[in-house]
């Protein structure tokens, strides 16, 4: 019942900190006979690596994975999939001089308060660098799932309050932002190296699909799929809101124009709409999943902030040291393997049902 | 792992249909010695039951409830709570009219989908209904919350777009849509009124606060006590979205306004500013803690809705029976029944970190 | 992750002390459409319920059964069943006189070094009146291993030193000790009266096999089949050991002789001796299951006791009430139940695996 | 919900092969600021490595262990510690002609009728190697135990048949076979190596006690502290029974002998007799606890065996590779770990209850 695991019988514990030896993961649950290759989890690990762009980290973390173990030649075995992605370039001098400070928006008073001794290094534990873990993970997941016919996408939807205008799935990966639309991706992308010229940082929102998902994944009552996929999402540092179809929108629609019609689509049950995003009663319906999620600012800025030291004296801080001014387009990656991890997840238990 | 449970050491697994023989709730990990009374559980459940204005389901059903174990005398032992609601008004035979058409908006579908067998009387366990057994396990959580100071309150802040204007804490149980404002609650009421005669339905949004929570609470990474929270809230029917503090706007907000900076307010660390909801790196932060979730329009309404049959013909369907014209007041109970039952669950699992 | 709760996919959560309102279970992961009867619960519910015989516990106690969720006509929905079990013939009064004092064997010293509280009505939860939940859950998991093809069936293997001779499966329900070997019963019975008579108690080995289990259930390496069996078994109250096949007197072999040869049976792959019980590495070789308890005589004695009360003064204890003088034959549709609950779980699990 | 994983809050989850690129473990819920060294594991480790005496496997590892994360400096932090151990010298090829064959007693058969796909390198995942990463794990908690006083030491109780005679703490690591007395040292050595020399191997028993441990450890009802540690110790490879205190001689007992009477000894409440092996009710009372395990033969032997090809033909085996004629000894440093993961997890999950 660890905190640092997710899954029920598609497993994955994670561990390792900002700027100690690495960051790993153990995943378990993987059917036996997948095809899986290194290739197949670095592809996704390099679309979260930082140091890629402009609007990103300049960390040179070239993140490559090694699986330790669970593999058998080319195909998993059932047994634990271990990957181990080492730190290279951690240059822990650079926290030196903030390790008594509490950097706000970032977990260095809260760790404190919840284990009395923290390590200041790259915000340890706490750091996004963690997701590495996650993303690679998700990589495993995503084989699982493409064996099923089931595909998780993502994008970034909105950075500081820039919206994307029409979706070209194709746009994606050709910009820095991850932006499905080429106008808005230069827009936000402008927007991004304006903050930092200002020593300041900004958020946005991230958008997930799935697509080829079967009806009837997720369980009721308080393991419903939305229920498990924003446990999974909201745990993503940074994310501070998650909403599933029509989600705070909803809230504001009568019940005849949010209800989703059923009809016969030659023999296969679907709805006419989708505002529930795939997902009915906790159950997904068989039509596409849609997830989004807030993300807010990135907390390291390089203008002055008041905070005070570990024994509580008023300080101001500046945040040196290599951060992104937006994650929001790292975060669609860890976005993914969390959804994609939960639908694993979803699809093996389901498994368990029949006549 | 039931899907029917939820928490780690403080635990709750319910259990019953709408229109079964009851429903009830095992509460387990709930320290020895807490006095609870059957007034304490009956309190809260008389909030969310149904036939209490004019605004909710006339279903006259008392919710009386019985502690069937956990207790000796007066206080709890340490050994599970067991509690037991019976149902006293069903109307089945509303029911028959439709048992081969799946309802829009309802988990009629994806039931039949992931069972292959639904009880269709009143929408079995997919019934809102379930969620008495969370108010009753909630009762319990707050009693042992009220033992460390901690207290988690509701209300409604939205329905159907009007928002709530000043709040006033002594006003939410005073009218039947549980605003803290006395004008907007007139407002939400009509709006109701009118939507139920249309034949329709409304949604809204629904805020808890937890005060007197101190720092240190929830689990790195995957058990954020804002993942849990998430996937608490997320996990009752008819909610959409979930979000803290910021939420989704502070995906617009700039770092440096939405970092929350640290001062020293007599010896104890706090923060001017509250944008991250109490949580931080997905730990309390000694804050409030705020979080909003929304809530989708009833699906039950006696407007013509188009669907299908069990076996795939075209239909239309106008839902009788009795229903809620906007669930959203009696939602309140439930969302602050979760957000207790996680915050316990926290609360106890820190105790385990010590010196 | 509650301690009252047993299982992965499917799981049994339980509550109830001996003299409070009941005792119940709620059983999850119930696959749907299983045929179900109060009628099939009943059954084992009387095997193990006291007064039926004059080596048992005089207490009166139908241990009548209701199904309160769960079901839908005679078939089970895939939600939560719930069963309650009223107590009927408490008399409380008996315990009056030792409620200060800690009953040598019994858990009364050490739920007070726990809990700073108890229950000392028959022992609240610590009695073993609590396995009549699991009974009733065993009951339930019988009827869905028959579903598959698999037999969980017990008997008294040894009291009070007196070994079963001859197995005949006709004869285990015809005599009061379970034995079945009518001689060996007689024997037992005798060596039981004895006891009773001298204001003592006995104990006994308790026997289980699993006929027509596939090979390939259990799990590596923690969840290991008789790892997950001796779990279970050992949370039986009165079991002090748990053995698999050659158990203990394997220790004692050499491996040419304990190792069990493969052979090929009509196309079936098999083993020519089954020394392993079953179980290899963990998992299931397709043989039949044999399991072995230990069951250690009844604490309840009328011979005078040493014992200090909870304030630790010295006192001697002679206990009245109504107990059973040798459990062994009662605590056989226990083991049953909690290899049959363990056995369903596996299965269930196992479904996840495919190509 | 990993089957890879064992513990609550205390918890560890493992992955690795025999003949992988190593095996690991992560351990999650370690306590912060706890001194933990490499050398504290690698001592422990060094007990159960092969290639140390003449009666255990002549493979070489070396077994050095990586600690890659949880620690800032020599203290944990209260993050997962992960931990790592390259496997050196891997002989596959030794394999390659048994590819295709079930070695008897082994977990061939089973992993292929469970995952259809099998690494016969040495075992794969089903190697007793498995178990170098339940020792790291184990040496984690051993240190935790220490700052509370708990003490977990193990001993070869008999091998082949051979009892030890008296017990003498000090001489357990200075024989090869881990027995407690020098006499039966020699015999049981004796006795290995004429087992070896005819290619055969012998089994034996292992006990744990466990001192310095408090009343109130362990949760009623089905995670008894004894079922538990069935489990944990069942879950090793080659255990076929655990018992605890009197164990299966408690069953020839009469209660007014097996009863521990209890007594006041300057104010702590203690019994007198310990024939409930430190455990009643399923919860520590405070005296030592004693627990055994029996280890069947080890199965790999050079005798030749009748076995079966993977597709069913009939064939003789006769196993040549590195292997170990009595696992016995190196068995008892696993208990060990097993038994410290599990009181470590009881003894944290019980600081959750407090007035």
């Known amino acids: 019942m660890s905190a640092n695991s997710f899954g029920r019988v598609f497993s994955v514990t994670t561990f390792g900190e900002s700027h100690g030896s690495g960051l790993g ?16 989890i670095q592809r996704e690990l390099d679309r979260r690596k930082p140091g890629v762009s402009d609007v990103s980290s300049p960390r040179k973390e070239p993140d490559r994975v090694e699986i330790l173990s669970g593999m058998f030649g080319e195909r998993t075995t059932g047994t634990p999939l271990a990957l181990l992605i080492r730190n290279k370039d951690t240059r ?3 926290y030196e001089s903030i390790r008594d400070l509490y950097r706000p928006g970032h977990a260095d008073y809260t760790y404190d308060a919840k284990f009395g001794i923290r390590d200041w290094r790259g915000g340890g534990r706490a750091s996004g660098r963690e997701t590495a873990a996650r993303v690679a993970a998700g990589a495993v997941a995503k084989k699982v799932l493409q064996n099923e016919g089931i595909e998780v996408r993502g ?6 309050g820039i ?14 932002v991850r932006s499905p639309d080429k106008e808005s991706a230069r827009e936000m992308e402008e927007e991004i190296k304006r903050a930092l010229k200002e020593g300041d ?3 946005g929102i991230v ?9 009837g994944l997720g369980e009721p009552v308080f393991d419903k799929l939305d229920a498990l996929l924003a446990h999974a999402v909201m745990s993503i540092g940074g994310v501070k809101g998650v909403e599933i179809g029509g989600g705070f929108e909803s809230a504001r629609m009568r019940g005849s124009l949010y209800n989703d019609p059923f009809y016969n689509d030659g023999g296969r049950i679907r709805t006419s709409t989708n505002n529930c995003g795939g997902i009915c009663g906790g159950i997904s319906t068989g039509e596409e999943i849609v997830l989004r999620a807030a993300v807010h600012p990135t907390p390291s800025i390089s203008l002055p902030q008041d905070t005070v030291t570990r024994d509580g004296k008023k300080a101001q801080i500046k945040i040196s040291g ?5 994650i929001v387009p790292r975060v669609v990656p860890v976005v993914e393997a969390m959804v994609a991890i939960t639908m694993v997840d979803c699809v093996l238990l389901q498994r368990r049902i029949r006549d």
């Open 207 to 215: 958008q997930v699909t799935v697509t080829g998902c079967p009806p």
């Open 92 to 94: 822990s001098g650079d």
């Open 163 to 176: 919206s994307v205008g029409k979706v070209d799935y194709g746009q994606i990966e050709k910009n820095p």
């Open 201 to 203: 940082s900004v958020g």
């Open 25 to 40: 993961v153990i995943v378990d649950g993987v059917p036996p006979g997948v095809l899986i290759s290194v290739a197949d």
């Open 155 to 160: 994008y970034t939807l909105e950075i500081a």
């Open 322 to 326: 290599r951060h992104d001014p937006c």
